[in-house]
T-cell receptor
Framework: GQNIDQPTEMTATEGAIVQINCTYQTSGFNGLFWYQQHAGEAPTFLSYNVLDGLEEKGRFSSFLSRSKGYSYLLLKELQMKDSASYLCAVRVLGQAGTALIFGKGTTLSVSS | DGGITQSPKYLFRKEGQNVTLSCEQNLNHDAMYWYRQDPGQGLRLIYYSQIVNDFQKGDIAEGYSVSREKKESFPLTVTSAQKNPTAFYLC???????????FGQGTRLTVV
C-alpha cells in the first residue's frame, strides 16, 4: 500500500528556522510535493521535487532522497502568517494513470 | 481568469439524501481529482479522472460516485450509502505534463 508519514504538530517562534520531515513508502513514485493549507482554505502549492537534492524558493526549501523515501520542508525566517498545515504529497504512477496521495499534514504554530 | 471552481461553498443536507458537488475548471487540464478532508486530517483521495469518460476509484470511493462527461466538469455525488458524509471536499485538476495540482476553494458539506 501507500503510506506517507509526517509529524502531527510542530511549534516555533518568529524568526526561527523549522524543518518538517516526511517519509513515504509508495510504489510508482513520480515526484513529491509540499502544500500549505490555512484552516478552512484550499491547499496552495509550495514546492516540487522529483530528483534527489535541494530545491530553494525564497524562504522555503525542500529536499528529497528517493533512496531513503525521505523529504523535508525547511522554512526560514518564520513569520506569524506561516502558521498553517503543511501537507506532503507523493505523485504515484500506476496502470490507471497518476494520482496524488497526501500525508495527514503537519500543523505548524508560530508564536511571537 | 483561468481557474477551478467548486460550488457551493457550504452545503447542508438531510441524512439519507443524495447530494452532488460541482467542480468546473477552465484550465484545459486533463486530470481531475476529488479529495475529502476531515478535521485535523490530511486529504484522502475519493476518485480521479485522467481523461473524459474515464475515472478511477481512490482510497475511499465507497458511498461516492462521479462522472466525467466533459473535460471541464467532474461532479461528485455523495450518496446515502456514505456513512459519514460530513466533511470538507476539495476538487483539484492538473495537466499531466505540469508539476502542480490546482485546488478549488472547497465545499463544506454538513449532513444533519
Amino acid at each position: 500500500g501507500q503510506n506517507i508519514d509526517q509529524p502531527t504538530e510542530m511549534t516555533a517562534t518568529e524568526g526561527a528556522i523549522v524543518q518538517i520531515n516526511c517519509t513515504y513508502q509508495t510504489s510508482g513514485f513520480n515526484g513529491l510535493f509540499w502544500y500549505q493549507q490555512h484552516a478552512g482554505e484550499a491547499p496552495t502549492f509550495l514546492s516540487y521535487n522529483v530528483l534527489d537534492g535541494l530545491e530553494e524558493k525564497g524562504r522555503f526549501s525542500s529536499f528529497l532522497s528517493r533512496s531513503k523515501g525521505y523529504s523535508y520542508l525547511l522554512l526560514k525566517e518564520l513569520q506569524m502568517k506561516d502558521s498553517a498545515s503543511y501537507l506532503c504529497a507523493v505523485r504515484v504512477l500506476g496502470q490507471a494513470g497518476t494520482a496524488l496521495i497526501f500525508g495527514k499534514g503537519t500543523t505548524l504554530s508560530v508564536s511571537s | 481568469d483561468g481557474g477551478i471552481t467548486q460550488s457551493p461553498k457550504y452545503l447542508f443536507r438531510k441524512e439519507g439524501q443524495n447530494v452532488t458537488l460541482s467542480c468546473e475548471q477552465n484550465l484545459n487540464h486533463d486530470a481531475m481529482y476529488w479529495y475529502r478532508q476531515d478535521p485535523g486530517q490530511g486529504l484522502r483521495l475519493i476518485y480521479y479522472s485522467q481523461i473524459v469518460n474515464d475515472f478511477q476509484k481512490g482510497d475511499i470511493a465507497e458511498g461516492y460516485s462521479v462522472s466525467r462527461e466533459k473535460k471541464e466538469s467532474f461532479p461528485l455525488t455523495v450518496t446515502s450509502a456514505q456513512k459519514n458524509p460530513t466533511a470538507f471536499y476539495l476538487c483539484a485538476s492538473k495537466e499531466d505534463s505540469n508539476t502542480e495540482a490546482f485546488f478549488g476553494q472547497g465545499t463544506r458539506l454538513t449532513v444533519v
